[in-house]
């Protein structure tokens, strides 16, 4: 089951400027990791797979050294976002509320605390087996 939750008011600040829906999934199935689905006001979406500890980390810190990157800003308030699409020769930055997502985070922490994830492998590598090439 797919846990979504409005992420309140995301704004992409770079390459181009203006606020741009944004949702925040998560599935007790895949207990590491969240799902960041940003809309433009496209059909197109576009889903982005974080982990669920970077995500924490970044709440308090400057966290990620990968496709993903999270910064406070100096008010506390603010959680800047910057992806790095591999296609792209460009990083994607927004900003945040940061009380939302913790907010969000919290929520998960509730459906399946820390230190109790489990996964099934075997689920997992037969699923990784039994893809298309």
């Known amino acids: ?20 829906r944004t949702a ?3 599935d007790p199935a895949d207990p590491y990791a969240i799902t960041m689905v940003f809309n433009a006001g496209t059909d197109e979406e576009k889903r982005w797979l ?4 970077l995500l924490a980390a970044g709440l308090k810190s ?3 050294d990968g496709d993903v990157r999270f910064f406070r800003g100096a008010s506390h308030d603010l959680l800047y976002i910057v992806l790095f699409p591999r296609q792209k020769a460009r990083q994607v930055k927004f900003t945040a509320r940061a009380p939302d997502f913790s907010e969000f985070l919290d929520a998960t922490y509730a459906i399946v ?20 090439e």
């Not at 605390?113 to 298309?132: H, K, Q, R």
């Open 24 to 26: 925040l999934g998560y």
């Open 62 to 64: 400057s966290a990620g």
């Open 1 to 20: 089951m797919m846990y979504d939750v409005p992420a309140g008011d995301v704004v992409m600040i770079a390459p181009e400027r203006g606020s741009i």
């Open 50 to 53: 974080v982990g669920r500890d």
């Open 113 to 132: 605390p820390a230190g109790s994830e489990v996964i099934d492998m075997d689920s997992e590598l037969d699923w990784l087996l039994s893809e298309d």
